[in-house]
């Protein structure tokens, strides 16, 4: 049930690029969703003050320059049925929290998630979403949490100034695409878990802790890949690939022609970081660009006695070919350390040119 409610006040509030709305009236959302609803920006904003639901078999249309605020902190927008929620480079889609004024008084945590469940499907495109995420760590409810076979594509959209990470994929074998978005200012930015595949191109993921946190623990995990990508300037680890031994080694997760560096200000982070070591062969992380100002560094392979170069570093420059167990140094001899691998053949020496969109400070 939509309930009218208006409000007289003055002035006009601002979100990112959406135009300036009255703060004249607002939509309050107090029930859920069971047949197909559309929201228009007539009804800006739409206020969600407890969660509701867009049940199975219902779809919810959401229109260029739509407002959408949520709060208090427990609040979602939880999707079973189908959200469409596309905008245009004029007009963005906006979810933020209630206490966003377009101007001060939004912080991260104010509320949930829009999260997608059991089967649901969702296309995003042209969103953007801030100062929600909810929880202690980062896979917590995300400002998009995608759960349970949910199929979700994500375009052009912008992930901000959450509590815990930007978006959350797990529990689930549909694969999830990522295209031409930004997430950044969070603890996390992208966090696949259970048996998570994603697709992630020509999008940036830049000023977060984490950059892209996998965790990995199922052998029916779906391939992942991140293609023309920039992964950089996170605080923490670019790349944190935390993939168990269970995890076929063709389903490793590969990365292909990113810009990956200047992440870590301090160690022991790095820009890609495996917590667990393979024996085995994985795919490739070829043609990289990993920065121009990062060395080789000598580290103790945990089970032999001598320096090797540790995979947890992955740098610029070394002279290959490298692969899986076997690394050659410049004026060094063949170092190996058999079960530390991340196959790499190639790294790009110049920065890839890609699609992905600047990393502008926000508003």
Not at 69 to 88: D, M, N, Y
Not at 162 to 175: F, K, L, P, Q, V
Not at 321 to 345: E, F, Q, R
Request: charged share 10%; proline share 7%; aromatic share 10%.
């Amino acid at each position: 049930m939509l309930r009218r409610l208006a409000v007289f006040a003055s002035g006009t509030i601002l979100f990112g690029v959406i135009p300036a709305v009255p703060a004249s009236a607002a939509t309050y959302v107090t029930s859920n969703i069971s047949t197909n609803t559309t929201w228009t920006p007539a009804g800006n904003p739409y206020i969600i003050t407890s969660t509701v639901g867009v049940l199975a078999g219902a779809t919810l249309t959401i229109e260029p320059g739509v407002v959408v605020q949520l709060g208090p902190l427990t609040t979602s927008l939880s999707v079973s049925g189908t959200l469409h929620a596309v905008g245009t480079e004029a007009q963005h889609i906006t979810f933020t929290s209630t206490q966003d004024d377009g101007g001060s008084g939004g912080a991260p945590g104010q509320w949930s998630s829009l999260r997608f469940t059991n089967y649901s499907f969702g296309t995003l495109d042209y969103v953007d979403m801030r100062y929600g995420g909810w929880g202690t760590a980062c896979q917590s409810s995300s400002l998009l949490s995608v759960l349970y076979d949910a199929n979700v594509s994500v375009d052009h959209s912008i992930f901000e100034k959450s509590d815990t990470s930007g978006i959350e994929a797990t529990n689930r074998t549909n694969r999830m695409y990522v295209n031409h978005s930004l997430i950044r200012l969070n603890p996390c930015g992208f966090v696949g878990a259970g048996r998570v595949g994603v697709t992630m191109t020509n999008s940036t993921v830049s000023r977060n802790g984490t950059g892209v946190l996998l965790n990995l623990g199922s052998s029916t995990v779906t391939d992942s890949l991140f293609t023309s990508n920039n992964v950089v300037d996170n605080t923490g680890n670019g790349f944190q690939l935390q993939v168990a031994s269970s995890v076929p080694a063709n389903l490793y997760p590969s990365a292909t022609g990113n810009n990956i560096h200047g992440n870590g200000d301090n160690p022991p982070y790095k820009d890609v970081y495996t917590l667990y070591k393979r024996s085995d062969i994985v795919p490739k992380w070829d043609g990289n660009y990993f920065g121009d100002d990062v060395y080789p560094e000598l580290l103790p392979c945990p089970w032999s006695p001598s320096w090797q170069l540790h995979v947890t570093n992955i740098y610029y420059p070394l002279s290959g070919p490298i692969n899986s167990t076997t690394y050659y140094m410049p004026g060094n001899s063949t170092i190996k350390c058999a079960a530390d691998n991340l196959a790499v053949y190639s790294i790009s020496p110049v920065r890839v040119d890609n699609e992905a969109p600047d990393d502008v400070p926000p508003p």
